[in-house]
């Protein structure tokens, strides 16, 4: 270990009185544990991880994590120390402010050097345990070109949250001994001392989940002791490693070791008096000494010699591993194979009945053969959910790294945080699994997916009141609506098997954001009309029982077949009506107006049918029916006729609908502006 030197204080000192600075600048922000955690920092960036300013997504880098991410004037400081591009002096000043790429929490789609998405609390630990699960997958499948670690810096806050303690557990069990968390014990959250309402050993638990622990007793002073302890961590085998080190929120302020110190601006005052103290003009802002800049010059000097040697390595892999090689290069220009999607098996209204989440485990089973980065697995629900079709499919688990199939265990917040960290690292396609009810425990996660433009798959079986027995606490209600409402994010309900294929092919397609599956556990006939080609418009006439129709009947999923069911029994009677099958409404809307009005004609009116809450049909459809209140327990033919979703009530709805508007047109409700989202496509979805 080389000594510690004057400059490394000076550099510490430099982040501490740079972080005041920000957030004074923005009059906004948490000064307090950028200002603790100067020294672990330096340390880390400085004599620890590896990486390359000059190109940020070298893939065999070492990922940083910054889990408390309201202390992210520490990560942007670092960057800009390290020369990433972007990350000016200017960047700095303009802290939290509209139109820069230093917001108020990190954002991956912001600025170089930034992995994940973090700032709500606990989610950074769980993406940490995501990356690790990826590095050492891809490890185990290309060999010596993978040997990436993975660092992350949480609070207490990501101590006291749910997540943080499902994917740490998961991580001791799986024995992820590249992976690293740095604990910032300064025992100050907003309220005050953690003392009020945190009173366990969280060194102790992590010790008890299976983590290798080291404690810092003085995290402000002992770089030393910090840099013995990093590096015990990396070099230990078997486990992950907790590190737990002593800091003094606020370090030098008048405010140190106190609540005031957490979410706000020092003042003036109090600025000048650390600066004071840490040998700085007061009236100077934003320094950054020549020694400091140097410094952290040699730093990023020495990441573009690493990625240069690791080039040299991968060289010779490619060499000796040329069809190996091919994929991982594709993998990484983020490419399907050429003609992926012919893997998916077909289907013709002579096959059996099937449940669509048995003909969307068919697809994954075709997936796995086709793609190797696809990864994923259950919340422990694998037989219900059909995950795991492919007998041959090997489990990911410490002693078979190579597996492509997670145990995520009851974990379902957990499970979907640590797929945005997988779906990050680079490398793999991860999908998680649960029944849909249960979305409602993941859902931070999944929206931080939408948020961060993380390619993550959410296998939702169980997706309505058919899935009957199990009742109204299982039975998803409002979800649909929730879903939708979501930027960034495909929910699709598939009818049958065909348009279940063509939901991969949007999930697949959709390469910067998240695709939620909203499946069946009741088998549906395979659909006459149904096809991946009409699935890629979002909706599609799937029935007609002749021109004119009186009535258009639109709906999703299981429905779909008592539908035209209901379609085909209006015909008789001499009513001609058409069925919409809209499995996925944010590729619907984004055809534009112009298709819209192909499938829903002026004055025609439109009933929409759906087992939820049916909050936003009334952009196109006249009356709804669907659910008013939760369900009910029983058999799952009995249950939907208790809620009217049947052949005969269906067409009597519709005649009332025709009957509503007899003698007169059904009012246009696609004449209005901003009913579709053409041309916002690239932007949302």
Known sequence: MAPFTDVDKLCVNTIRTLAADVVQGAASGHPGAP????????????????????????????????????????????????GYQGMTMDQLKNFR??????????????????????????????????????????????????????????????????????????????KLDNLVVIYDDNSISIDGPTSHSFSESVPG????????????????????????????????????????????????????????????PLGEEDLANVKSKLGFDPNQKYVIPDQVKQYYQDVASRGEKLESAWQSRYNSFKSSHAEKAKTFERILRRELPSGWEKCLPSYQPSDKAAATRATSGNAIAALYDTLPELIGGSADLTPSNNTRQNKELVDFQASSPEGRYLRFGIREHGMAAISNGIARFGIHLPFCATFLVFIEYAAPAWRLSALSQAQ?????????????????????????????????????????????????????????????????RHGVPQLEGSSIENVRKGGYTIFSSGPSPKVIIASTGTEVTICIDAAKELA??????????????????????????????????????????????ERIAHDTLGMRGFGHSGKQKDVYKHFGFTVENIAKRANALIQAYSGRQAPDLLDRPGISVEGCTKEFF
């Open 572 to 617: 008789s009677k001499g009513t001609h009506a058409q069925v919409v099958s809209v499995p996925c409404w944010e590729v619907m809307f984004s055809q534009g107006t112009d298709y819209l009005k192909k499938l829903f004609p002026s004055g025609v009116p439109v009933l929409a049918v759906e087992p939820y809450v049916m909050l936003g049909w």
């Open 205 to 264: 638990r992590y010790a008890a989940y299976g983590w290798h622990v080291i404690t810092v007793d003085d995290g402000n002073h002992d770089l030393a002791g910090l840099q013995k302890a990093i590096e015990e961590a990396v070099a230990y085998k078997g486990k992950p490693v907790f590190i737990s080190v002593k800091t003094t929120i606020g370090f030098s302020s008048s405010k140190e070791g106190t609540g005031g110190v957490h979410g706000s």
């Open 456 to 520: 993550v798959l959410y296998i939702m079986t169980h997706d309505s009141i058919g899935l009957g027995e199990d009742g109204p606490t299982h039975q998803p209600i409002e979800h649909l609506t929730f879903l939708r409402s979501m930027p960034n994010s495909l929910t699709m309900r598939p009818a049958d098997g065909n348009e279940t294929n063509g939901c991969y092919v949007l999930a697949m397609e959709h390469r910067n954001g998240p695709s939620v599956f909203c499946l069946s």
């Open 97 to 174: 402010q509209v139109g820069s790429i230093t917001p108020g929490h990190p954002e991956n789609t912001h600025a170089a050097g930034i992995e994940v998405t973090t700032g709500p609390l606990g989610q950074g630990v769980a993406n940490s345990v995501g990356l690790a699960i990826a590095a050492k997958q891809a490890a185990a499948t290309y060999g010596e070109i993978i040997d990436s670690n993975i660092f992350c810096i949480c609070g207490d806050g990501c101590m006291q949250e749910g997540v943080s303690k499902e994917a740490s557990s998961l991580a001791g069990h799986l």
């Open 35 to 82: 200002m603790g955690l100067a020294p672990v920092a330096h340390v880390l960036f400085s004599r620890i991880m590896r990486f390359n300013p000059a190109n940020p997504d070298y893939i065999n880098r070492d990922r940083f994590v910054l889990s408390n991410g309201h202390a992210c004037a520490l990560q942007y400081i670092m960057l800009h120390l390290l």
